[in-house]
Every structure is written in C-alpha cells, then in structure tokens.
Nanobody
C-alpha cells in the first residue's frame, strides 16, 4: 500500500514562491511516475508536472519556466517549486503516483486515470 501526503500549501502574493512537498509512505516501487495535479474551483483537475524513473520530466505549458518538479529519493519525497506565482495558479494541488515508468514518453502523464495513488491535496491561494 502506498500513501501520499502533501504539504507546503498556503497563501502568497502574486509574484511570490512556494514549495510543495509530497511524502511517500509504504511500498516504494523501483519504477514509477509521479505527478502534481491541480484543481481550481469550478474547473477540471489538470496535470501540472510529472517526473518518472526513466529520467524524464514534463510540464504543462502554463507553468513552464516557473515551476520545477524534483525528488529526493533518500527522503521518499516529491517536490514542486513554484515561482512567479499568478492568480490563476490558485488551486488545490494533488500528488499522484503510479508504478508505470513511461507515462511521459507515452504522452499520457496528464491523464488522471493513469495514476493509481493520490494524496488528499494542499491548497495554494495566490492573491494580488
């Protein structure tokens, strides 16, 4: 069983930065893809960034150049460094994981249905 626990959300002014963390508990697969998704009120959940054990990363166009996904395998933790935050980044951010390692090369990383494990989310609110 795998459990994902997000933290690091909060309120920040536009132009500011936040770093989200996703702690992984339970069985750690040697092959995987992990991703950050977000859902704003009244909108569908969307993929933000992904990282897979095959060495690839990918980002949504809306966050390229501003967000960075990374991982610390020793700490079993996934991160999302968010900079130059905009009002439209306001959303609940979710961590997701699956043991299939080729979601990026297969161009399927943005599909929610590809991920078996999900966290409860952490709220990010950007104000002017």
């Amino acid at each position: 069983q795998v459990q994902l626990v997000e933290s690091g959300g909060g309120s920040v002014q536009a132009g500011g930065s936040l770093r989200l963390s996703c702690q992984v508990f339970g069985y750690i697969y040697s092959t995987y893809c992990m991703a950050w998704f977000r859902q704003a009120p009244g909108k569908e959940r969307e993929g933000v960034a992904a990282i897979c054990s095959d060495g690839r990363t990918s980002y949504a166009d809306s966050v390229k150049g501003r967000f960075t996904i990374s991982q610390d395998n020793a700490k079993n933790t996934l991160y999302l460094q968010m900079t130059s935050l905009k009002l439209e980044d306001t959303a609940r951010y979710y961590c997701a994981a699956d043991y299939y390692p080729h979601l990026i090369v297969d161009e399927r990383w943005e599909a929610e249905s590809e991920y078996k494990y999900w966290g409860q989310g952490t709220q990010v609110t950007v104000s002017s």
